[in-house]
């Protein structure tokens, strides 16, 4: 980044830091050596996104991820305060729906296909010594944990644990990235009231939500755990006969579980995020009693589950399809009121630019539940055959496997692979036509070269613009899989709930076509989702261990973690929180300090850093800064998904308060693309497409082939200098300038030329 091996860290620690030259460290201290000339400095965040190993296990909270996202996605509103909070509240609600599915999950797993039906069949034990002091048929009757009560208790602390991991990520993450307060705000006379929520004071600094989140889906998980262990005991008691102290322990212990869940719905509901001021507040008592509330429920369970019942069985599954279809249905209900709020969001401020005509966030909410399904449908489907000795779970093997929806579920992966298959066919047809007409353009960008005409160069050139221009395409694929995603869980549940019936039983008796579907579509998807889930941890162990693999899921995380935690508190960790109030601290420290103007620069998702920092900087000092992006998708992708924080108005105000703002982009970036802004704004922000490559053939400037650049290398384009160089020139007009003879001595903030800090990029 800065085009030289010798530099030094003079900000910042391991994880995030600015870098210098080595001989421009001390600059401030020289300031007659570096008149009228800039000292370039890189501010380095890839180590937040794709630092040790550890970020290869975010791939599990990969669904609560996506669900944050949708909470961002909301269409830009005039004047609707309230609609704007019921479209949080309901991607909150969703976020919580997904925290009690991956529970559900870990329960199904350990307390059902493990220490109810594995653990209850002698055949299913046979051969797992791990398994044995669990099974009645092993340890003889007298066996203290052959009962299913108590099988289950102790089952149950694997679930609990994993909600308790959960917990301490969240809190471990949030201290190690999202702890840095942003600039204190001061009031400023020429302050807006009009700027954008990301130069809001209190927008980079979530704690007190965060918190509120964590603890009360802590507390969702634990209550999953204890009412999937009290729900089979209370049912148990409730029989004719059964002990009347016992049966109304249990009624007791449902209506606190009962209560619990209420508590926790409200606490979701009550609060979104506070961004107006700094809010250093926290909910104690709350944060500290909800949580451990739960927990001592699920250890009064526990011990009320491992009470002695000597005439009790486990015989067939728990009562699993009733959760499952309570969530898949809870879910849908959600997604489609999401998609209510966000239309009418969409009508109060309609932009043809906008992703999905505004149903973006409903759209990803949809896709993170079916990521949620998948990953909690391919980890039961595993383990049940697994432990059914490859055998099939449900069909004459030796346990009956996992819930009859988790089976539907699967069955509909096959007719969604179609689906996307078909749209995968369709797009490619689509780039072909285009890679033909782009291929008669690319001998009008190099006139000079015509009459060395290459058909294989010009192929590729064509073929690199076509392919780039599938981002824009985007947003009709996520759409359509997520409306065929939604219809094809709904006919799932249906299914499931109207039959009682894997789907292979449901259809006997129906034609032969339908039978055939049916039993394929089964065997089928039970295997895919089987697949998928162990192709999901081989990336993630693959990427534990490989630092290329690992860079390649952080290109995922500099979208995904790019925002703040308002939905869900066990997403990953944003790291713009970091990464935000560390350029802001830079920027606004430097100018004070020396009196000069800078140029910020940035790459890619450096450039949407670069523009939140400047949006958090006070007016005064936002005038010092001049803008540079390159490959920026700041409306090619943020703009279009995001247009609330990023769309056409916030771009424009931008453009306003920085003192100038240049971008460059190519037709062969898949990812970066021009700002697009209104009116006489956009040429004076966008430059011309720039040539790529920059030579058609071989020249005396590039005897050798010159390559295709794409997203990378724009320093090698002589456009980058030629637009930095007038950004420097057109702020060293504005520099004091130095003390005249007598006037005592200078003062380094008087002297300091304009530097460029020099980019903020992921390939540092």
């Known amino acids: 980044m800065l085009g030289d091996p010798r530099t030094v860290r003079v900000s910042g620690d391991e994880t995030a830091a600015v870098f210098r030259r080595t001989e421009d460290a001390d600059a401030e201290r020289r300031p007659d050596d570096y008149r009228g000339k800039p000292v370039p400095e890189a501010y380095v965040w890839c180590n937040l996104t794709s630092g040790n190993g550890s970020r290869a296990l975010w791939l599990l909270l990969l669904p609560f991820m996506v669900v944050n996202l949708a909470h961002w996605m909301r269409p830009t509103s005039r004047h609707r305060k309230r609609l704007v909070r019921t479209y949080g509240l309901l991607v ?87 702890s840095q307060q942003p600039l204190p705000h001061q009031a400023d006379p020429e302050e807006e009231t009009s700027r954008t929520a990301l130069g809001r004071p209190g927008f980079w600094y979530g704690r007190r939500l965060v918190a509120r989140l964590r603890a009360a889906h802590t507390a969702a998980g634990f209550l999953t755990v204890a009412a999937a262990v009290g729900a089979p005991a209370a049912r148990h008691d409730r029989r004719p006969g059964g002990p009347g102290l016992l049966d109304s322990l249990g009624w007791l212990l449902n209506f606190t579980m009962m209560l619990g869940g209420v508590v926790v719905v409200w606490v979701v509901c009550r609060r979104g995020r506070s961004e107006n001021k700094l809010d250093r507040r926290l909910d104690t008592s709350l944060v500290r009693w909800l949580p451990v509330s739960a927990l001592t429920q699920l250890v009064l369970v526990l011990l009320y589950a491992g009470w002695s019942r000597p005439g009790w069985r486990s015989v067939g599954r728990l009562p699993g399809d009733a959760t499952f279809g309570g969530i898949a249905l809870v ?112 001998g009008l960008d190099y006139p000079d070269e015509a009459e060395r005409e290459d058909s294989e160069r010009t192929r590729r050139i064509a073929s690199k613009r076509a392919r780039a221009t599938l981002t824009d395409r985007a947003p009709v694929l996520v759409g359509i899989i997520s409306a065929v995603t939604l219809l094809l869980g709904a006919g799932a549940l249906t299914g499931a709930l109207l039959t009682e019936k894997v789907p292979g039983k449901a259809a006997q008796g129906q034609p032969d076509v339908v039978a055939a579907a049916a039993q394929t579509a089964q065997a089928l998807g039970s295997w895919l989702i089987g697949l998928g889930f162990i192709l999901f941890v081989t990336w993630g162990r693959r990427a534990y261990r490989d630092p290329s693999a690992r860079r390649t899921i952080g290109i995922l995380w500099d979208v995904g973690t790019f925002w703040p935690r308002a939905a869900h508190p066990f997403a990953p960790p944003c790291y713009a929180e970091r990464a935000v109030p560390d350029l802001t601290w830079r920027m606004a420290a430097w100018t004070r300090s020396t009196g000069g103007r800078l140029v910020l620069s940035g790459h890619s998702q450096g450039s949407v850093l670069a ?29 279009r998904w995001f247009p609330a924080h990023f769309g056409p108005a916030a771009l424009t105000s931008l453009h306003r308060e920085v003192d100038c703002w240049r971008n460059l982009y190519r037709a062969t970036d898949p990812i970066g693309g021009p700002v697009r802004l209104p009116g006489e704004c956009g040429p004076q922000v966008d430059r011309d497409a720039l040539k790529d490559p920059l030579a058609y053939g071989r020249t005396e400037a590039h005897p050798l082939p010159a390559p295709i650049l794409g997203h990378g290398e724009y320093q090698a384009d002589p456009a980058f200098a030629e637009e930095r160089a007038k950004l420097l020139a057109r702020l060293k007009h504005s520099v004091p300038p130095p003390r005249p003879p007598g006037a005592g001595a200078p003062r380094a903030q008087e002297t300091v030329t304009p530097a460029p800090a020099d980019p903020p990029d992921t390939a540092g």
């Open 92 to 178: 909150r609600l969703t976020g919580l729906t997904l925290t009690v599915l991956l529970v559900a999950a870990a329960c199904e797993v350990a307390l059902d296909l493990t220490a109810w039906q594995c653990a209850g069949t002698p055949r299913c034990t046979e051969g797992r010594s791990w398994l044995g002091f669990l099974s009645a048929d092993a340890s003889g009757h007298g066996g203290w944990w052959s009962q299913p009560g108590r099988r289950l208790a102790l089952a149950a602390l694997v679930p609990a644990a994993l909600t308790g991991l959960l917990w301490y990520l969240s809190h471990r993450t949030w201290s190690a990235y999202e």
């Open 331 to 442: 879910q849908g209900i959600l997604v489609l009121a999401l998609a209510g709020a966000a239309y009418f969001l969409f009508r109060t401020s309609p932009d043809s630019r906008t992703a999905i005509r505004g149903f973006g966030g409903p759209a990803v909410a949809m896709l993170a539940c079916a990521l949620g399904g998948v990953m909690s449908g391919g980890g039961a489907q595993r383990v049940a055959d697994w432990l059914d000795g490859g055998g099939s779970p449900g069909a004459g093997g030796t346990i009956d496997g996992p819930p009859v929806l988790l089976t539907w579920q699967a069955s509909v992966i096959p007719p969604l692979l179609i689906v996307v298959a078909l749209l995968c066919a369709w797009f490619g047809i689509r780039t072909l036509r285009l890679k033909r007409r782009e291929m008669e353009r690319v």
């Open 611 to 639: 523009a939140a920092a400047a949006w958090q900087l006070r007016p005064s000092v936002r005038r010092r800064v001049a803008l540079l992006t390159y490959g920026s998708p700041l409306e090619r992708l943020y703009g």
